[in-house]
């Protein structure tokens, strides 16, 4: 077994070096590795042909197929007596790892067992649309509708620039639950992300000429905006309660979650302008505004935008983040709440990197396994950590 | 024992390397992926315990070896086709096994880690990886020079903790000092 924690360290000083772009021929031989196989590591990791040849393999392996088929032959008995051994034997082992993954009765079949779907899942694309005459849509990833304004499809509704000039204009909304996300393209070409428990207020047409406004009711929006010289220098605007953000073609991050008391404006690239309470605070790319709504405060740093901004490319990254930050954000995207039996557990700091479509389990069962928490229990949505 | 969310976990993780793993013995990936679902079956079924995440990993690839060489020797594959004394005594050998157990290792470390950047950064990594130039991965993304360089350098901020620390699928914690009671 030691031999085995040594191919992996070794693999691992590897992979390192491979990333880096630095040369392997400095890494340490040893009885278990000769610098011929060395050599022979690092072609299989950077030969064309080698490469394609395993990704040629990759593709006749059906993961997902080969676990359902798994799934078939474990749930045939041989014989019966051998089903009422093996549902015998997962009783005991579910009451003595103490984490109780189900709470259905446990004289399930054998089959159900390893079936069980999740209560918990990670989220998925879907919001509701809420059209300028009251009426709502609930969208998914598989919803395909065209409106006169809009045309919805894939994991986007795009808002067409249609000639039709209106006089006043007309609002949608767009509202994401807990366990979703989506985005939008609006009619003058800016682009929306948004995360899970979030509003956005938004005209169907902006009118020429005039500036741009759009409203973050709540939650956590990614703009990439159509530049100002695009749209007959009209400025574009995003409003939140007191906080408005005036846009000179850019991209930029604003969250204000209704269960936190601060206000993050991250500009990525472009310039913007924060008025609040007539005072205006001007951000330059990598930085990143905090409003506190308690003292009215508005403080500005420079931040790892990348880390900030993931989540719109499905990837959940924490800079030196509490726990318990990590688990709110986590408790939006599945859907769930998190409760800490200890506080000092949650105040712990990480770096992390995580990507959005990975089981909650695995999540859990990392943290556990690096002796952060003791146990985690997950009953129906909720998880408690010990 | 694992527990059905651990054993998919442990499916989903390790099902594909295993496979590729095994056809370096077998070569035949039909076979290998039929030699690799026995194996899984078996820790089903038998509720082998295991001690930590290390011993699992170490029986799978020790469990598919033995079952490959099982099969070489087998009358049924001896008929069709027979490795030559030379050829078998290489499968058999620890350093073969040590070596291929190292490719898969790597290549799935290095595919997870660069999977948690974003896409073109990603793109460019690769491409390095491949021996390509900063130019010449410049001219083939057609980017610049300078942002190539760029991102090469975000992208090994972001991932010498995820290689450098204690590594796992997809996700990396590695707690300040202070807060550590090491």
Known sequence: MRIFQRIIEFSRSIASSKIEGATLKGLKTSDLFTNEDIDYIQKNLSDADLLKERHLLKRQINKDKDFKKLQDQLSIPKSKIRWNYVAVAILVGIIVSSVIITSSPVNHSFQDEVFLPDAINPGTDKATLTL??????????????????????????????????????????????????????????????????????????????????????????????????????????????????????????????????????????????????????????????????????????KVDVYAETSWKDGIFAFEKKPLKEIMAVLSRWYDIKVIFTKSDVSDKRFYGALRKDQNITSILERIKEYDIIKEYEIKGKTIVLR | MLSAKEFKTLFDQKYVPLCLFTNKYINDIEVSKDIV??????????????????????????????????????????????????????????????????????????????????????????????????????????????????????????????????????????????????
């Open chain 2, 37 to 182: 679902q026995d194996v899984f079956i078996k820790i089903w079924a038998k509720k082998i315990t295991f001690r930590d995440k290390n011993c699992i990993h170490s029986y799978l690839y020790k469990s598919v070896k033995n079952k490959s060489l099982d099969y070489l020797k087998s009358s049924r594959y001896k008929f069709s086709e027979a490795l030559s004394d030379h050829d078998m005594a290489r499968l058999e050998s620890d350093s073969y096994f040590y070596r291929e157990i190292a490719v898969i290792e790597t290549s799935d470390m290095i595919d997870d880690a660069i999977n948690t950047l974003p896409k073109k950064c990603a793109q460019i990594i690769r491409l390095s990886m491949k021996g390509l130039t900063n130019l010449s991965v410049a001219e083939e993304l057609e980017i610049s020079h300078n942002t190539v360089k760029a991102q090469k350098k975000i992208a090994y901020r972001r991932l010498k903790p995820l290689l450098g620390g204690i590594y796992m699928m997809g996700l990396v914690f590695i707690s300040t000092l202070s807060n550590f009671n090491l």
């Open chain 1, 132 to 301: 300028e005459d009251g009426s709502k849509i609930q969208i998914n990833k598989d919803t395909e509708l065209t409106t006169k304004s809009a045309n919805i499809k894939g994991k986007q509704i795009v808002y067409n620039n249609s000639t039709a000039t209106l006089n006043d204009t007309k609002y949608n909304y767009l509202t994401i639950p807990r366990g979703g996300q989506f985005s939008i393209v609006l009619s003058d070409g800016t682009k929306v992300w948004l995360n899970s428990e979030s509003q956005l207020k938004y005209p169907i047409k902006f009118i020429e000429g005039t500036p741009r406004v759009v409203e973050l009711i709540y939650g956590e929006a990614y703009f990439d905006v159509s530049p100002v010289s695009e749209n007959q220098a009209a400025d574009f605007h995003v409003l939140h309660n007191d906080h408005a953000i005036q846009v000179l073609g850019t991209e930029f991050n604003l969250k204000s979650y209704k269960d936190e008391s601060k206000i993050y404006t991250t500009l990525v690239e472009g310039e913007v302008t924060i008025n609040f309470k007539e005072k205006k605070h001007l951000l330059s790319p990598n930085e990143q505004s905090v409003l506190n709504l308690h003292n009215n405060k508005l403080t500005v740093s």
